[in-house]
């Protein structure tokens, strides 16, 4: 999902580049117009491009070009500062490595232009939405080769390394990940006397105990007890928890290989009724029903609602940009349903430019390496995490908790957690339970036009926000008949 106010506060929190998380965006292409000096343009360099694919990576010392997007813009002066240090080691390290500067950084508007016209940096964002379309447009580099060679194979969460492997390569570097759970306003929990003597809120742990604790802070203090977004595709991004904790899904894959949208079976309606039900029925919901992550921004700085869902990630933009203390957030697991309990998984990749050189992608990889996104526990990748928690604690910002965890080595996660805690400032019981979350409560983001899927989904839940009477099953009858005829039959 992506709005502006969360993308700044989330660049602005995290150096190492772990929440780009709220964009959304399709495919692109080509070497970012930056070729070695030793390496032909044009056709040649992209046949040389090809070709390495499959070669063994060497240790060329030649002069190698790369470009690096989303680079700190000059007023974001602390992770300026972080790249800059981290460029200073590069050119002692590797002084062969010249480094460019490409402030871009992945949206919806610029992605495809930039692609198709070769402008795209040697290494760019994206996220686990825009995978599958960038890597059949053919617009990320074949990184196999360099995965092996540095250890990324086997020192990432197998179940990320799915979203970027085809046919046994990889096209994409798992960089980070979130997962959806439930986020609490503090001073609104207090005000409505559901904290327990040590500070922590009541968490329901079922959907039903979720609508009656919204109740209850709607009586105890006139103010919304819930907010659910509605608009901006993240309507339907927030609905995917629920109707997986009723037990629907959104699409399958028949034998044939065809896509078959699925969102109408009784569970998804119930899923329906339920988010109607938190309007009509226990009446907790704010009382403008076009909301997106903006007005949550808004509501939770002002202590206007008590819960929403949310994720770590969402912390950061709170304290920056709402000027909420960081001792007024609290986080946790998402609740069950009849089907138990289900939580998105999302989260941003890096890619490669697919007209990069071996050399280049080498490269590339060291400078990821001095920034910390290795899986191993080196002293570059450990002084940029702590490098980092500092930035972030003068910032103000919640520190010790963590999201999800996309590093599988012992030592690597051993190390990282020891510096959290190091940093940590604030009361760790009021995130525990969010971190101790099970994996096998995540679920990926639909395979198949995910983004559209949620435009489609954002539809049915204005109608029932707006309408009393509206039919949650006729509703979902007609968005799967749509989204089948304008999207799944055109799938390949």
């Known amino acids: 999902m992506n709005t502006a106010y969360w993308q700044k506060g989330a660049r602005a929190m995290l150096g190492l580049g772990l929440v780009s998380l709220l964009l959304s965006a399709c495919g692109g292409n080509n070497n970012g117009g930056t070729a070695s000096p030793s390496a032909s343009s044009g056709s040649a360099a992209s046949a040389e491009a090809t070709s390495s694919a499959g070669a063994a990576p060497t240790e060329s010392t030649e002069p190698v070009t790369i470009k690096i997007g989303n680079w700190p813009k000059p007023n974001d002066e602390a992770n300026k500062q972080l790249f800059e240090d981290i460029e200073a080691q590069m050119k002692t390290k590797y002084p062969y490595v010249t480094i460019e500067h490409d402030e871009w950084g992945y949206d919806v508007v610029s992605f495809l232009p930039k692609a198709v016209s070769g402008q795209l940096p040697t290494l760019y964002d994206s996220f686990y939405t825009e995978a599958d379309k960038i890597i059949k447009a053919k617009y990320s580099a074949d990184i196999t080769d360099m995965m092996k060679k540095y250890g990324y194979d086997t020192g990432i969460n197998p179940e990320l390394l799915k979203l970027v492997e085809r046919d046994g390569k990889y096209y994409g570097l798992p960089k980070d990940g979130y997962v959806i759970g439930m986020m609490y306003n503090l001073n609104v929990f207090k005000e409505a006397g559901l904290v327990d003597a040590n500070g922590v809120p009541q968490m329901p742990k079922t959907y039903e105990e979720l609508a009656q604790t919204a109740v209850t802070i709607k009586e105890k203090t006139g103010k ?269």
């Open 224 to 492: 919304a007890g819930f907010f659910f977004p509605t608009k901006t595709n993240q309507g339907g991004w927030m609905f995917t928890n629920i109707a997986w904790s009723y037990g629907a899904d959104f699409e399958e894959q028949d034998a044939s290989g065809k896509w078959k949208a699925i969102f109408n079976s009784p569970e998804a309606v119930a899923a329906l009724q339920y988010v109607k039900d938190l309007k009509w029925k226990y009446d907790v919901l704010p009382d403008n029903n076009l909301v997106d992550t903006n007005d949550l921004l808004m509501m939770f700085g002002a202590d206007q609602v008590g819960m929403s869902f949310g994720m770590y990630e969402f912390l950061g933009p709170l304290v920056l940009n709402a000027k909420m203390s960081k001792d007024s957030l609290a986080l946790s697991s998402m609740p069950s349903g009849p089907a138990g309990k289900a939580a998105l998984l999302g989260g941003g990749l890096y890619m490669f430019a697919p007209g990069s050189t071996t050399e280049q992608l080498d490269a590339a990889f060291k400078w990821l390496e001095l920034r910390g996104l290795t899986p191993k526990a080196t002293p570059e990748a450990l002084a940029a995490l702590e490098n980092n928690l500092k930035i972030q604690v003068d910032q103000g910002y919640v520190v010790g908790p963590h999201g999800l965890q996309i590093w599988t080595d012992p030592e690597r996660v051993a190390a990282e957690q020891e510096i959290a805690a190091k940093y940590a400032n604030v009361n760790m019981a009021l995130f525990q339970d969010y971190m101790d979350n099970s994996a096998a409560s995540m679920r990926p983001e639909p395979a198949v036009n995910a983004q559209e899927l949620y435009k489609a989904l954002d539809t049915v839940i204005q109608a029932v926000l707006t309408n009393k009477d509206a039919d949650p099953q006729a509703l979902l009858d007609r968005a799967v008949q749509e989204f089948q005829r304008d999207y799944l039959d055109k799938v390949q």
